[in-house]
């Protein structure tokens, strides 16, 4: 079962929950677990969960290079690109790729007829595996800098998960392509929100993005304690199950300030987190 961890915006706990869940499932439940850390532009999970570094795989694309002798300037390739990436001046004798825009699908190579492209293959990320209470527990996908195309580096990512047990994700925040190629591949989407204006403004495109995907889906409070009403109104008029809520607490946010996991050591966080897990698995064989 993939689970997403998702949030409308930076800042909101998603991580705190994603590693939060990872360690309590490790530690204390019986289910095989592993977490992808799919933020793939800022990777913070490894801050938390203090772990091993197994092994490391390059993330590459193969971007294609155009040999102008050889370009007829017939426009076959510009035609077929998705992505705009091919610039061409047939008056000036010109035709480029951009490398920031290309996504590596080959086809302009495939329509030339003149033979006239070849590839060369570009780092754009890697994939580390970390060993924590077990073997290659936590998958960490990382962009290399400078480059653009983070969800060719969460596709990979999520390609280096198991087969069985719970697959925590904790996705980027926002609703744009990245959230979307993260959130698309979970049976269950949790959107982390917070009680304020900001909180419910991005719950609710998150929300929207999560219904237009179809995936069944909850959420976590993080910070509650705070009765902001319309928060609670918006989600009792959407049906939307409350999995848990996350009091704001001066401890925990000193535990996470230390890169400290605080349900380790606080007995009703533990209890918040396990019945988080408990509420989305219920029903269900692992
Ligand atoms: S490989 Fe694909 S994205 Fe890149 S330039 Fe060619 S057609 Fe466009
Ligand atoms: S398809 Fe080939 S020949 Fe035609 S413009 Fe592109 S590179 Fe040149």
Do not use: W
Not at 214 to 226: D, L, P, T
Request: net charge negative; proline share 5%.
């Amino acid at each position: 079962m993939k689970i997403a961890i998702t949030s409308g915006k930076g800042g909101t706990g998603k991580t705190t929950v994603s590693t939060g869940l990872f360690h309590i499932i490790t530690r204390y439940l019986k289910y095989n677990v592993q977490l992808l850390d799919c933020d793939v532009e800022e990777p913070d999970c490894h801050i938390f969960i203090k772990a091993s570094e197994n092994c490391r795989y390059p993330v590459t694309i193969a971007i294609p290079e155009i040999e102008t002798e050889k370009c007829t300037f017939c426009g076959k390739c510009k035609s077929v690109c998705a992505y705009n990436a091919i610039i061409m001046l047939p008056p000036a004798g010109y035709i480029e790729v951009v490398e920031d825009m290309c996504h590596g699908c080959g086809a302009c190579l495939y329509v030339c007829p003149e033979k006239a492209i070849r590839e060369n293959i570009k780092s754009v990320g890697k994939i580390t595996h970390y060993d924590y209470y077990v073997q290659d527990e936590f998958i960490e996908g990382r962009m290399d800098v400078g480059s653009a195309l983070q969800t060719r580096v969460i596709r990979e990512t999520i390609n280096h998960a198991g087969e069985d047990g719970i697959i925590l994700m904790d996705s980027p925040p926002g609703t744009s392509c990245p959230v979307i190629a993260t959130a698309s591949k979970a049976d269950y989407v949790i959107m982390v929100t917070e009680p304020t204006p900001f909180g419910l403004y991005d719950l609710k495109l998150m929300a929207d993005t999560v219904r237009q995907l179809g995936k069944k889906h909850g959420i976590v409070i993080n910070k509650a304690g705070f009765d902001y009403e319309p928060l609670y109104n918006f989600i009792n008029e959407n049906k939307i199950p409350i999995l848990g809520e996350i009091p704001f607490k001066r401890e925990y946010a000193e535990a996470y300030s230390k890169g400290m996991i605080p349900a380790d050591s606080d007995v009703e966080l533990r209890k918040i987190f396990m019945g988080i897990i408990n509420s989305i698995i219920n029903g269900k064989t692992l």
